[in-house]
């Protein structure tokens, strides 16, 4: 009896540890999926760009998101790989929901949710080479990536 | 002594019977406690497996290559939910399409090696959410795409297959 149940209890934490694997799985695929566009150089050293999330889940963009910029520097020093502060260097200026815009205030962490655009706003500390190549990677607190490439107007 | 007789062979009956018992219920105890041994350890495999998946969780953000530093830079952020410790301590392996080689850590830029630069505060932790980046300063030529694989002393793994076309 005593045996059975232990081969029982065996089972049981087998089928469990499976389980939390699936569930761990299906949360990595239900992840928020994001998508850049509309980017462009405005005055020489402000980035602005949109973040749509096209997942099934709701995305945070806060401090605790990454936006590393890589482009050509202005003045011909090379080129310039860049990790953004949140609040500082880069913000979102409004939430676009179908037909409407929602300002936010700049600095504040925003919910973005599936099929809503945030408008990015992000400043680099030197200027951008005109026609050169920019690259934008964004990744959100739980690892969510999307990186986007784009020539500088 | 008849009697006598019956008695004795009464306990010796009592005392097998006793012995038998005995014998069996240590064999079954023997069973018992190696089939909960075996439940106990794959419990706590699963347990740490599972703790390990939540405590230690590295993305991959960007690489590239710095000519300034001679150094291919990757840099990854901790998308767990907790600090990890000693990221100097891990095992950094580098290579392109022919295979990855070992790297050492080194504290400063030295041809051969790896070192960590934290990029938010500054504490020999990589704090939740925190970025850091990675400065390889391969020793050979390697053909692109480059491989990229860190293992922190946990054992949690992350890996990047980059170009830089530039």
């Given at each position: 009896m005593?045996?059975?149940?232990?081969?029982?209890?065996?089972f049981?934490?087998?089928?469990?540890a499976?389980a939390?694997?699936?569930?761990?799985?299906?949360?990595y695929?239900?992840?928020?999926?994001?998508l850049?566009?509309?980017?462009?150089?405005?005055?020489?050293?402000?980035?602005?760009f949109?973040?749509?999330?096209q997942?099934?889940e709701?995305?945070?963009?806060?401090?605790?998101?990454?936006?590393?910029?890589?482009?050509?520097?202005?003045?011909?020093?090379?080129?310039?790989?860049?990790?953004?502060?949140?609040?500082?260097?880069?913000?979102?200026?409004?939430?676009?929901?179908?037909?409407?815009t929602?300002?936010?205030?700049?600095?504040?962490?925003?919910?973005?949710?599936p099929?809503?655009?945030?408008?990015?706003?992000?400043?680099?500390?030197?200027?951008i080479?005109?026609?050169s190549?920019?690259?934008?990677?964004?990744?959100?607190r739980?690892?969510?990536?999307?990186?986007?490439?784009?020539?500088?107007? | 002594?008849?009697?006598?007789?019956?008695?004795?062979?009464?306990?010796?009956?009592?005392?097998?019977?006793?012995?038998?018992?005995?014998?069996?219920?240590?064999?079954?105890?023997?069973?018992?406690?190696?089939?909960?041994s075996?439940?106990?350890?794959?419990?706590?495999?699963?347990?740490?497996?599972?703790?390990q998946?939540?405590v230690?969780?590295?993305?991959y953000?960007?690489?590239?290559?710095?000519?300034?530093e001679?150094?291919?830079?990757?840099?990854?952020k901790?998308?767990?939910?907790y600090?990890?410790?000693?990221?100097?301590?891990?095992?950094?392996?580098?290579?392109g399409?022919?295979?990855?080689?070992?790297?050492?850590?080194?504290s400063?830029?030295?041809?051969?090696c790896?070192?960590?630069?934290?990029?938010g505060?500054?504490n020999?932790?990589?704090?939740p959410?925190?970025?850091?980046?990675?400065?390889?300063?391969n020793?050979?030529?390697v053909?692109?795409?480059?491989?990229?694989?860190?293992?922190?002393?946990?054992?949690?793994?992350?890996?990047?297959?980059?170009?830089?076309?530039?």
């Amino acid at each position: 009896m005593v045996i059975l149940l232990a081969v029982l209890a065996n089972f049981v934490v087998t089928y469990v540890a499976t389980a939390g694997r699936l569930l761990e799985l299906s949360r990595y695929y239900r992840r928020p999926t994001l998508l850049i566009g509309g980017a462009r150089v405005v005055g020489g050293g402000r980035v602005v760009f949109n973040v749509t999330n096209q997942g099934p889940e709701s995305v945070i963009v806060d401090s605790s998101t990454t936006l590393l910029l890589d482009y050509q520097a202005g003045d011909g020093s090379g080129r310039v790989t860049e990790l953004l502060s949140y609040g500082t260097s880069w913000y979102v200026e409004a939430l676009v929901v179908g037909g409407s815009t929602y300002p936010v205030a700049p600095g504040a962490a925003v919910e973005v949710k599936p099929g809503a655009t945030a408008r990015v706003v992000a400043t680099v500390g030197g200027g951008i080479a005109p026609g050169s190549t920019v690259i934008l990677v964004l990744v959100d607190r739980w690892g969510s990536r999307v990186e986007y490439v784009f020539a500088a107007t | 002594m008849g009697d006598l007789g019956r008695g004795v062979s009464n306990v010796v009956a009592e005392a097998l019977l006793l012995v038998v018992g005995v014998s069996l219920a240590a064999a079954l105890l023997s069973a018992v406690v190696s089939r909960v041994s075996i439940v106990q350890s794959r419990f706590s495999n699963v347990v740490s497996e599972l703790a390990q998946s939540v405590v230690e969780r590295l993305a991959y953000v960007y690489a590239t290559y710095s000519p300034s530093e001679g150094a291919f830079v990757v840099y990854l952020k901790n998308v767990g939910s907790y600090p990890i410790y000693q990221l100097n301590a891990s095992t950094v392996l580098f290579g392109g399409a022919e295979g990855l080689q070992y790297l050492p850590y080194c504290s400063s830029q030295r041809v051969g090696c790896w070192r960590v630069v934290e990029l938010g505060v500054v504490n020999n932790t990589l704090d939740p959410a925190e970025t850091v980046a990675v400065y390889v300063y391969n020793s050979t030529s390697v053909t692109p795409p480059y491989r990229f694989k860190l293992v922190t002393a946990r054992g949690t793994a992350v890996e990047a297959t980059f170009t830089v076309y530039w």
